[in-house]
């Protein structure tokens, strides 16, 4: 079975520009998490999606959206970006997203921010 | 906040059992413990997780105490490659919890 992929895996942009980035879960998942990893703050949940509904959000500001389609892939976009939003974000796939259902992790997209 | 402890980092000799611990006093009846890994620039593996028993899969064995306040992660035979930050999370049972919380998990620094 394939894995969760992720893409791109590499990004540059500017301060002020938006970015979209793009997960597909592995084959029969229905819950995709996003999450954040800087140095500074380590690994932080942004939101989870379940059946094209956001069920779960972390912390983060409005500039931080997502969206799942009906075949479970989900992208999420960021907005009016900040030298802070660098990261590497990362998505997770789990096939609810209840207990005992492990999360799978991509590669993650390493954004830069300049 | 995480609701674990777990050591900044820790060395293991090539070949020899890697025991990593985790402390989640605050730990309720229906949270289960989670372990993952992150092998540097990958997005984190699960390993293992446990409600009360003892449990044991191909890449590692998870013993939790009765009182369930800590943990034990084993590596049995480490190698090179088990070199990672290990996360210890506790996560409630049922319901919608898509998210994991994570902590700053343990360096684990395999040694030949």
């Known amino acids: 079975k394939a894995g969760v992929t992720q893409t791109p895996r590499y990004l540059i942009k500017t301060r002020g520009q938006q970015v979209t980035l793009s997960c597909s879960p592995i084959s029969g998942h229905r819950s995709v998490s996003w999450y954040q990893q800087t140095p500074g703050q380590g690994l932080q949940f942004l939101f989870e999606y379940f059946s094209e509904t956001q069920r779960n959000k972390g912390n983060f500001p409005g500039r931080f959206s997502g969206r799942q389609f009906s075949n479970s892939r989900s992208e999420m976009n960021v907005s009016t970006l900040e030298l802070g939003d660098s990261a590497l974000y990362l998505c997770?796939?789990?096939?609810?997203?209840?207990?005992?259902?492990?999360?799978?992790f991509g590669p993650g997209t390493r954004l830069t921010v300049t | 906040d995480a609701k674990t402890t777990q050591p900044t980092s820790m060395d293991c000799a090539e070949g020899r059992a890697a025991n990593l611990p985790c402390n989640h006093s605050t730990i309720s009846g229906n949270e289960y413990v989670y372990w993952y890994r992150q092998i540097h620039s990958q997005g984190p593996q699960y390993i293992i997780h446990?409600?009360?028993n003892n449990e044991t899969n191909e890449m590692a064995s998870l013993i939790i105490t009765e009182d369930r306040k800590s943990s034990t992660l084993i590596l049995p035979h480490a190698t090179l490659r088990d070199t990672a930050v290990y996360y210890c999370i506790v996560r409630l049972y049922g319901g919608s919890q898509g998210n994991l919380i994570f902590g700053k998990g343990t360096k684990l620094s395999v040694k030949p």
């Open positions: 997770a796939s789990s096939l609810s997203g209840e207990f005992g259902y492990e999360q799978y």
């Open positions: 446990g409600l009360k």
